[in-house]
């Protein structure tokens, strides 16, 4: 399969934002890899033995479910741990598996931001393919500048799946994507910003990015655990107007 491009991200913190629930918390992170480039149509194609039209794009169109999946035949493939394990569509992440992994809400944004603090890490004209560009797909990875951990596209182009479920209370299973795409205007294509899909949903400007590190811990690992899903997902607090939690 064509290599996987990783860059090692050193151990740090992360501040993440829950918009509906007002809340600021502080995610402290060991070190991790995580990939260059989003997964490209290549890189997919070769893992499921088919051709690629547009083989430097972004692969789009890729579920949740079916992102997992790719992260344990890429780990299959060059003989590492897989990271996930299934019942039915019943995910675990094993977080001490070296394989490959989708990163968590709080690794996306702290390799995204790369040190900055701001919305962007650079002027979106420079960074970022976005709504401004005028075009009707995803342009090949690389094209625009990197950020300071020579990251490329974590704004713009494709949005990216993440780890962690956005809101459970509100969306039951729905999980993050972040990093905005080529369609979005530019209040979207922001490193804080947060949207998420059922784990069954594609998009055509939804994509992935590969991310690695195993870490000493069950169910808990790098800003995310299990017993933080559950919290989130019960709803005895005061509801925002209009809004009925799902049952």
């Known amino acids: 399969m064509t290599d996987i491009e990783l860059a090692r991200i050193g151990g740090g913190s992360v501040v993440l934002h829950d918009a509906r629930r007002k809340m600021r918390r502080t995610v402290t992170l060991e070190p991790f890899e995580i990939g260059v480039f989003a997964v490209t149509e290549e890189q997919l194609a070769e893992l499921l033995g088919e051709p690629a039209s547009h083989p430097r794009r972004p692969a789009v169109d890729v579920s949740w479910l ?46 995204c931001r790369a040190g900055s603090s701001a919305a962007h890490y650079g002027p979106l004209v420079d960074v970022a393919w976005t709504a401004a560009d005028g075009h009707r797909h995803p342009q090949d990875v690389g094209g625009k500048h990197p950020n300071l951990h020579g990251l490329f596209d974590t704004l713009g182009n494709v949005w990216e799946w993440c780890w962690d479920l956005l809101d459970p209370a509100r969306y039951r299973d729905y999980r993050v994507f972040r990093g905005g795409g080529f369609a979005d205007d530019a209040w979207s294509v922001r490193a804080g910003t947060r949207r998420g899909g059922a784990p069954r949903m594609h998009h055509d400007d939804v994509g992935l990015r590969l991310a690695r590190g195993g870490f000493d811990a069950v169910d808990a690992a790098q800003g995310w655990s299990t017993a933080a899903d559950r919290e989130r997902a019960l709803s005895d607090g005061p509801l925002p107007p209009g809004w009925t939690p799902l049952r």
């Open 66 to 111: 079916r992102a997992v999946r790719m992260c344990n035949a890429a780990s299959e493939w060059e003989g590492l741990d897989p990271a996930y394990m299934f019942d039915g569509e019943e995910v675990r992440w094993q977080v001490d598996a070296d394989g490959y992994r989708l990163p968590t809400e709080a690794e996306w944004e702290f390799a």
